[in-house]
């Protein structure tokens, strides 16, 4: 019958005490060597081991002295552990620095004239001025100049100089440049910058691209004011039946008046400017003329006007109930354009009339106004009267 490894592991520890024993050093005051104690310790040695050994050899593992732990009814959801946090070691903070401004450099303040996206008509001339901030740390003297960079030119020099002075930092400037609209209607923009007396371009800080430009919007020649009746009032000759008027009122005269009222409230609820207003002499069928200074006709001129009545003082119609007539006088002769019967409705009424028939003569227009019946309240007027071509 075969050994057990039981056996075999008891007899191999006995043999390894007993050699380990034999070659114990020895001294001259060590005693004899205690063989029941070995014997003693080999003993526990045995039957430590036979504990932990099974039947086939298989070892057993002690049981734990631990308490075991009650599982949780709930099942706890893991968490990730914080990564430690390492205590920074002391440094010095340094201190922020400024940094330097430069030498050269602008700050836009604003349009002092012809702001973005005015319109202007073809050859038009303007003078184009921006106010400027010197926001470097140099002076800007008179070798300093504002230089075309691209976009359209609208016949302005390359260059312009800034000043004929001294412009500090922190001081402001204003710099103009005379230009012309373009013949052609469009937008048109201009851009500009700075240059230093060694000839280096710089621009403005508060723009993305350091320009500062003109920018203007070209349109279509519109009609042409040739002859302005109401500048011309003054020099007409004013005449009612009562004999001749001196022009500007007062609004009071029973002869009947001619004169300016501006920004009065008329019977369409407007306050215009460019106006004249003209009383017939105040009597049943009264009536109030003016002859204007000698204008020579061209063709393709028309008179344009608006006429109508001032309103009350609470801005409803009055009963004013006139006639107005517009007519030319040539060799003495008084000769009739247009004739319309006007009553306060709310409304004031427009004329176009067509001078082409008369192109190359030299006539004297007439204004003329007569009371429908009695004059209270025929407080007529003339809007923006002029001749266009």
């Known amino acids: 019958m075969k050994k057990s490894r039981t056996q075999i592991g008891v007899t191999t520890i006995l043999i390894s005490i007993l050699l380990a024993s034999c070659n114990l050093p020895r001294s001259e005051d060590q005693g004899p060597v205690d063989r029941d104690s070995i014997n003693t310790s080999v003993a526990q040695t045995v039957t430590a081991n036979a504990m932990q050994t099974g039947v086939g050899g298989e070892t057993q593992a002690p049981a734990s002295t631990l308490t075991p732990s009650t599982p949780s ?39 002092v004239t012809v702001p973005d996206g005015k319109k202007f008509e073809m050859g038009d001339t303007f003078t184009k001025t921006w106010r400027l901030e010197n926001t470097g740390t140099c002076d800007w003297t008179s070798e300093y100049d504002i230089v075309f960079i691209d976009g359209d030119q609208m016949g302005a020099p390359d260059s312009v100089q800034i000043t004929t002075g001294t412009v500090e930092p922190g001081d402001e400037v204003a710099i103009s440049v005379d230009l012309t609209a373009p013949s052609s209607p469009g937008a048109y923009r201009g851009n500009w910058k700075l240059r230093d007396p060694e000839g280096v371009i710089f621009g403005i800080e508060n723009s993305s691209s350091g320009y500062f430009w003109v920018e203007i919007e070209v349109q279509e020649p519109g009609p042409e004011v040739k002859f302005d009746f109401y500048d011309e009032a003054p020099s007409a000759e004013w005449i009612s039946g009562a004999g001749t008027l001196s022009f500007g009122g007062p609004d009071t005269d029973p002869d009947g008046f001619a004169m300016y009222k501006d920004g009065a409230d008329l019977e369409d609820g407007s306050s215009p400017g460019g106006v004249i207003e003209t009383h017939p002499q105040w009597v049943d069928n009264g009536v109030i003329t003016g002859k204007f200074p000698s204008y020579t006709v061209e063709a393709g001129d028309h008179f344009k006007a608006k006429i109508g009545f001032i309103a009350l003082g609470d801005g409803s119609c009055g009963v004013g109930n006139v006639k107005y007539q517009f007519n030319y006088k040539k060799g003495g002769t008084l000769y009739p354009l247009g004739s319309w019967n006007e009553t306060c409705d709310g409304s004031l009424t427009a004329l176009n009339i067509d001078l082409s028939s008369l192109a190359g003569e030299t006539v004297r227009f007439v204004f003329a106004v007569q009371a429908n019946g009695p004059a209270s309240q025929d407080w007529a007027v003339w809007v923006n009267p002029r001749i266009e071509n």
């Open 73 to 111: 009814s709930e099942t706890e959801a893991p968490t990730e552990a914080s990564p430690a946090t390492e205590t920074p070691l002391p440094s010095d903070t340094p201190e922020p620095t400024e940094t330097p401004l430069p030498c050269n450099q602008a700050g836009f303040v604003k349009d």
